[in-house]
């Protein structure tokens, strides 16, 4: 299994009058391979789950297993090590670098893993051309549409070639036509084997995932396949 929580929870301000309970119980497994939608109202802990599933938060209190690792356990810089192996991220901001171009932005995960300068281009180059950019890779975010930087977004995601991607409302910032093409760049990842764990509230995007995980008030309410989502 790839991705094993049990009783997950994430609590602010525990035990006062303000007590706030982000997840409260979340027990879930995501296996190699899949397409998964974690849906959710605003508020509802999706993105809170996301953090923790990404190893950008820890949990208050329960059991998380990364590829069979107790990401619990560790340190800072260990959760550090994880994200930068193994999973790649897309945001709805974006959160490219303004001061770097397309190229640098997409090569800067690939100098933290210490890759070779030859081996950093050839990722680099491969990343963008598979988002149909290469032709605007000296251009810095500044200089391009929402949607073209949501594709460098993905090209760094990708670059690193991590098992999985997390993409947090990836096409939220962006137009119908824009967003559908970055969708339909995450199935093909799918298709080659890569896991994706979209997050998102919109019910026409988690429904082009092959299994959909609803969350209201910290709880998963639903987890099955898109038809009985009743997307």
């Known amino acids: 299994m790839l991705i094993d929580v049990k009783n997950l ?5 525990e035990g006062q009058e303000s007590e706030v309970r982000a997840l409260d119980g979340v ?3 995501i296996d190699y391979g899949e397409f998964v939608a974690i849906i959710g109202a605003s508020g509802s802990g999706k993105s ?14 329960g059991d998380y297993h990364l590829d069979g690792v107790d ?17 790649g991220f897309i945001f709805q901001g ?19 893993q210490g890759v070779s300068m030859f081996r950093r281009a050839e990722r680099v180059e491969e ?3 598979r ?42 910032a962006l137009d119908s036509r824009t967003g559908k093409h970055v969708l339909e760049i995450l199935h093909g990842l799918h298709d080659e084997g890569s896991t994706i764990i979209l997050i998102t509230h919109d019910n026409s995007i988690a429904a082009t995932a092959q299994r959909v995980v609803r969350i209201s008030d910290g709880r998963i309410v639903y987890d099955g396949d898109r038809e009985g989502a009743g997307l």
């Open 27 to 29: 027990s879930l497994e």
């Open 48 to 61: 809170t789950l996301m953090n923790i599933l990404g190893c950008l938060d820890i949990p208050t209190y």
């Open 131 to 172: 988002v149909n950019l290469a032709d605007r890779a000296r251009h810095k975010p500044t200089e391009m549409s929402g949607g073209q930087q949501q594709r460098v977004a993905i090209a760094r995601a990708i670059a690193t070639h991590p098992p999985i991607i997390m993409a947090d409302e990836p096409t939220g």
């Open 71 to 87: 990401v619990t356990a560790l340190s800072d810089r260990q959760l550090a090590h994880i994200r930068n192996k193994k999973i």
């Open 94 to 112: 974006f959160n490219l670098i303004p001061a770097l171009n397309a190229w640098e932005n997409v090569e800067l995960p690939l100098i933290y």
């Open 9 to 13: 929870y994430k609590i602010y301000n």
């Open 127 to 129: 990343a963008l051309e």
